[in-house]
């Protein structure tokens, strides 16, 4: 049984340059080819600069980025170590530094190394905006040589010949592929020229380039990327991309999507799928509130508690005035606890002076009590609730409307049941996914698919012209459901730090983070306002300050009789000396 395994070293033994053609050719189609591997090739030969940046461009263009080249001069008894960098910038110190290309477009396959690479001193016709760079993988190549002496065994342990090449770039400017989605990827244009990119996903990569050392180039999708989204085009550049006419894409796709080509998929961040929106329902006004009867019904209940608690109170405190219980005056007891309710004058209270603090009390409650009957019975017969919304597949179906969605083979739901066969006959393709979204605002009679994470942004923070929330996500049934991912090159050396900088991004909450922040602002004039806790707490607070205030009239009274009582008592005693 063949196991197979990724090695960390690869050693490559050749005589001359057609011979490493050979040898190269024949260890990448083996399974244990590893282009991330530190490849070490042992020169048989001395050769010509020329050459040697021949033999690293042809490693680069096998995607092998640590690589050294051991020659031997046995005459001299010494060695000649090259090490290379296809990141070549203003600040990359290396002495030799050729432009190199392959003879035909990156699409098409190198014939062989002498005549299908092409290489020139000086880096001029490969700079970053060059034909030869878009469309013929254009690249500076540097490298340094060093000679040691057999002898020099600490020398050659001190030289660093392998380093990670992701931890830092120093400054290199990727080609990029991209097109904004608002609005998680927002693309600014500056007074200078250039542009900014923003939003959810724009800061991933401008974190991503701090922490590398990268700048991004925008200069491959100058043309289409402020333009409406588009599948077919994000289909185009993503084998583009695929095929290195670019070094990024930007934007973040579902694993599903491609199966095709040869891309890294990153750490996945984000939860979402395909979705689908429909028009938030309706206030539907009823007569009665059949769901909240048992509500109204205990309310009831207890207010008829609190008036005979009432009438017996003061049937109680007139018998023990009077010392004897009349029918008559359980009927004046039941006439003045009506009185009360409504705030009138009574007839004949109780004298007693502990039954002020009872009207006082019951005066402040029954104000409480008629203030919320009042609310309660508007609310039971007048009742506001919003319709049924739209959840599952049933519901769709049930309602008959078209569903607009990207032409993606994901939106295509299996062929297994009765419901998912209505659905896709119903599938209307369109390429701008906020179109329908904006269609909706005038025209709710439609259905739009679009991915749940946007969906769920927008249903939030979208309103409509009267400052509301107008559009709704279904719940329970969705199209599919995946995660969102980064792309990046087949055996990038990028792959391992950025996922491991995107892992930290997830697990310190800076995702979630990075989307607060509205689509449109919200408008003050709101349709519906209910009310809160601020209100109920202002409510509260004016019915404290009126019971403290009839508190402190009933202290100064009883202060006041007590003073009479005294003076009185007092002028009696002066008369009688």
Same mark, same amino acid.
């Given at each position: 049984m063949l196991i197979r395994y990724s090695p960390n070293i690869v050693v490559i033994s050749c005589q001359d340059f057609s011979h490493f053609e050979e040898m190269l050719l024949k260890v990448i189609t083996t399974l244990y080819w590893n282009p991330l591997a530190n490849v070490i090739i042992y020169y048989q030969k001395y050769e010509e600069r020329e050459n040697i940046a021949k033999?690293?461009?042809?490693?680069?263009?096998?995607?092998?980025?640590?690589?050294?080249?051991?020659?031997?001069?046995d005459l001299q008894e010494t060695m000649?170590?090259?090490?290379?960098?296809?990141?070549?910038?203003?600040?990359?110190?290396?002495?030799?530094?050729?432009?190199?290309?392959?003879?035909?477009?990156?699409?098409l396959t190198v014939l062989n190394f002498q005549e299908g690479i092409v290489c020139?001193?000086?880096?001029?016709?490969?700079?970053?905006?060059?034909?030869?760079?878009?469309?013929?993988?254009?690249?500076?190549?540097?490298?340094?040589?060093?000679?040691?002496?057999?002898?020099?065994?600490?020398?050659?342990?001190?030289?660093?010949?392998?380093?990670?090449?992701?931890?830092?770039?120093?400054?290199?400017?990727?080609?990029?592929?991209?097109?904004?989605?608002?609005?998680?990827?927002?693309?600014?244009?500056?007074n200078n020229g250039s542009f900014t990119i923003g939003a959810r996903d724009g800061i991933i990569w401008n974190t991503m380039s701090k922490l590398m050392n990268f700048g991004i180039d925008l200069s491959p999708s100058l043309d289409v990327m402020k333009k409406p989204f588009d599948f077919e085009l994000n289909i185009e550049q993503i084998f583009a991309f695929s095929r290195r006419k670019g070094d990024l894409y930007l934007i973040p796709i579902y694993i599903f999507d491609i199966i095709l080509v040869e891309i890294d998929f990153t750490f996945p961040y984000k939860e979402s799928g395909v979705c689908i929106m429909s028009n938030r329902a309706g206030f539907n006004t009823s007569f009665i509130d059949v769901g909240d009867t048992d509500g109204f019904q205990a309310s009831q209940l207890s207010v008829w508690l609190g008036i005979i608690g009432m009438w017996i109170t003061f049937t109680l405190y007139k018998w023990?005035?009077?010392?004897?219980?009349?029918?008559?005056?359980?009927?004046?007891?039941?006439?003045?606890?009506?009185?009360?309710?409504?705030?009138?004058?009574?007839?004949?209270?109780?004298?007693?002076? #502990?039954?002020?603090?009872?009207?006082?009390?019951?005066?402040?409650?029954?104000?409480?009590?008629?203030?919320?009957?009042?609310?309660k019975i508007i609310s039971f017969l007048t009742a506001a609730k919003r319709g049924q919304?739209?959840?599952?597949?049933?519901?769709?179906?049930?309602?008959?409307?078209?569903?607009?969605?990207?032409?993606?083979?994901?939106?295509?739901?299996?062929?297994?049941?009765?419901?998912?066969q209505i659905i896709n006959q119903r599938l209307i393709p369109s390429q701008d996914i906020f179109g329908c979204v904006k269609r909706m605002t005038n025209d709710s009679h439609r259905f739009c698919l679009i991915d749940c994470a946007i969906g769920r942004y927008l249903e939030r923070n979208r309103l409509n012209e009267k400052g509301e929330q107008y559009l709704h996500i279904a719940k329970k049934d969705r199209m599919h #459901?995946?995660?969102?991912?980064?792309?990046?090159?087949?055996? #990038?050396?990028?792959?391992?730090?950025f996922n491991k900088y995107m892992m930290m991004f997830v697990e310190a909450g800076l995702i979630k983070k990075w989307e607060q922040y509205r689509y449109t602002d919200i408008k003050q004039e709101a349709t519906m306002k209910?009310?809160?806790?601020?209100?109920?707490?202002?409510?509260?607070?004016?019915?404290?300050?009126?019971?403290?205030?009839?508190?402190?009239?009933?202290?100064?009274?009883?202060?006041?009789?007590?003073?009479?009582?005294?003076?009185n008592k007092y002028s009696k005693s002066k008369k009688m000396n």
């Amino acid at each position: 049984m063949l196991i197979r395994y990724s090695p960390n070293i690869v050693v490559i033994s050749c005589q001359d340059f057609s011979h490493f053609e050979e040898m190269l050719l024949k260890v990448i189609t083996t399974l244990y080819w590893n282009p991330l591997a530190n490849v070490i090739i042992y020169y048989q030969k001395y050769e010509e600069r020329e050459n040697i940046a021949k033999i690293f461009f042809a490693l680069w263009y096998h995607k092998a980025i640590n690589a050294i080249i051991v020659q031997y001069d046995d005459l001299q008894e010494t060695m000649i170590i090259s090490d290379y960098t296809p990141y070549i910038t203003n600040s990359t110190s290396m002495k030799n530094l050729f432009g190199c290309w392959t003879a035909r477009k990156i699409s098409l396959t190198v014939l062989n190394f002498q005549e299908g690479i092409v290489c020139v001193e000086k880096c001029h016709n490969v700079t970053i905006h060059s034909e030869l760079r878009a469309f013929h993988l254009g690249t500076c190549i540097g490298f340094n040589k060093r000679t040691v002496l057999y002898k020099d065994v600490d020398i050659l342990k001190s030289v660093e010949l392998f380093t990670d090449r992701s931890k830092n770039y120093n400054g290199f400017m990727f080609r990029a592929y991209t097109t904004e989605v608002e609005p998680f990827f927002i693309i600014t244009a500056d007074n200078n020229g250039s542009f900014t990119i923003g939003a959810r996903d724009g800061i991933i990569w401008n974190t991503m380039s701090k922490l590398m050392n990268f700048g991004i180039d925008l200069s491959p999708s100058l043309d289409v990327m402020k333009k409406p989204f588009d599948f077919e085009l994000n289909i185009e550049q993503i084998f583009a991309f695929s095929r290195r006419k670019g070094d990024l894409y930007l934007i973040p796709i579902y694993i599903f999507d491609i199966i095709l080509v040869e891309i890294d998929f990153t750490f996945p961040y984000k939860e979402s799928g395909v979705c689908i929106m429909s028009n938030r329902a309706g206030f539907n006004t009823s007569f009665i509130d059949v769901g909240d009867t048992d509500g109204f019904q205990a309310s009831q209940l207890s207010v008829w508690l609190g008036i005979i608690g009432m009438w017996i109170t003061f049937t109680l405190y007139k018998w023990a005035e009077l010392g004897r219980l009349t029918f008559n005056q359980v009927g004046k007891d039941f006439l003045n606890t009506v009185r009360n309710i409504l705030s009138l004058n009574l007839c004949n209270p109780p004298k007693r002076n #502990s039954f002020r603090i009872f009207l006082t009390i019951t005066t402040w409650s029954i104000f409480v009590i008629n203030f919320s009957t009042q609310a309660k019975i508007i609310s039971f017969l007048t009742a506001a609730k919003r319709g049924q919304e739209i959840e599952t597949f049933e519901d769709v179906i049930e309602k008959g409307y078209p569903i607009q969605g990207m032409s993606s083979p994901d939106l295509i739901l299996p062929e297994t049941e009765e419901k998912f066969q209505i659905i896709n006959q119903r599938l209307i393709p369109s390429q701008d996914i906020f179109g329908c979204v904006k269609r909706m605002t005038n025209d709710s009679h439609r259905f739009c698919l679009i991915d749940c994470a946007i969906g769920r942004y927008l249903e939030r923070n979208r309103l409509n012209e009267k400052g509301e929330q107008y559009l709704h996500i279904a719940k329970k049934d969705r199209m599919h #459901s995946h995660y969102l991912n980064m792309l990046l090159p087949k055996h #990038s050396p990028m792959t391992n730090r950025f996922n491991k900088y995107m892992m930290m991004f997830v697990e310190a909450g800076l995702i979630k983070k990075w989307e607060q922040y509205r689509y449109t602002d919200i408008k003050q004039e709101a349709t519906m306002k209910p009310l809160g806790m601020n209100e109920i707490n202002v409510i509260f607070q004016i019915y404290v300050s009126c019971v403290g205030f009839t508190c402190i009239i009933f202290l100064v009274e009883i202060i006041m009789y007590n003073v009479n009582k005294m003076v009185n008592k007092y002028s009696k005693s002066k008369k009688m000396n």
